[in-house]
């Protein structure tokens, strides 16, 4: 079974400071995504990383995808209060066979960022 | 350009109850996905379609959850003989093309509550 570990689980930190969630896991996997889900709605994808060692910016959000493929960080500069919302790390892996890709989740990070 | 939906957004059921909860993926998705999120937890895979075959059911976590899809576009997912354990929210996601890597697009969810 492969599993996605987050860190920190909770976190609450001041309007303007940066942060930086991570995902961890003893699996490699082909590429991996990070989602972003507030309540009562469903997860929606901010970005996947396929390459090992891969950076992407989306605006002032930064992930990077381990060298090795098994970890990946989410790094948020002067955080706003509108980054509030629960962030979720995925693992997509290869399976043989002809099943289906069957997302691994993280736990998730539950972010507050107070005015 | 609707995406996916799902109904009902709640459910109460008495345990021993029945439920049946329909996702309406966006048009013209092959793939469709169910998930179960517990309260704090991330999204886990229960089973993967793709149009009408179900390929993956191997996280449904036992005999008395069921789902279909027969014309390859609305899916249910049943659940009978509820038991407390089962209240979660359950995450529809549907995608143009077949996994791995895609990008799945998830519906808000049904959340369910077994009394």
């Known amino acids: 079974t492969q599993l996605l570990e987050q860190s920190p689980q909770f976190l609450s930190i001041q309007e303007g400071e940066n942060l930086t969630v991570y995902c961890n896991s003893s699996?490699?996997?082909?590429?991996l995504q990070w989602y972003r889900q507030e309540p009562g709605e469903g997860p929606v994808l901010l970005v996947t990383?396929?390459?090992?060692?891969e950076v992407k910016k989306l605006k002032r959000l930064t992930f990077q995808f381990g060298d090795a493929r098994k970890d990946s960080s989410l790094h948020i500069t002067a955080a706003q209060p509108g980054d509030t919302g629960l962030y979720l790390c995925?693992?997509?892996?290869?399976?043989?066979?002809?099943?289906?890709?069957?997302?691994?989740f993280g736990k998730g990070t539950h972010l507050i960022i107070q005015p | 350009g609707a995406g996916v939906s799902q109904s009902p957004r709640y459910k109460v059921a008495k345990r021993g109850q029945d439920v049946a909860l329909r996702c309406d993926p966006i048009s013209g998705h092959v793939s469709l996905f169910w998930y179960q999120q517990a309260l704090g937890q991330g999204p886990e895979f229960l089973t993967y379609f793709q149009n009408e075959a179900q390929l993956d059911k191997s996280g449904l976590p036992s005999d008395r959850f069921f789902a279909e899809r027969p014309e390859g576009s609305v899916s249910t997912l049943k659940i009978q003989r509820t038991q407390q354990e089962d209240s979660a929210v359950y995450l529809c996601a549907s995608s143009l093309v077949t996994p791995p890597g895609e990008t799945q697009y998830f519906g808000p969810g049904t959340r369910l509550l077994v009394l």
């Open positions: 990383v396929v390459t090992g060692g």
């Open positions: 995925a693992g997509v892996s290869r399976y043989s066979g002809g099943g289906a890709d069957g997302l691994t």
């Open positions: 699996s490699v996997f082909s590429s």
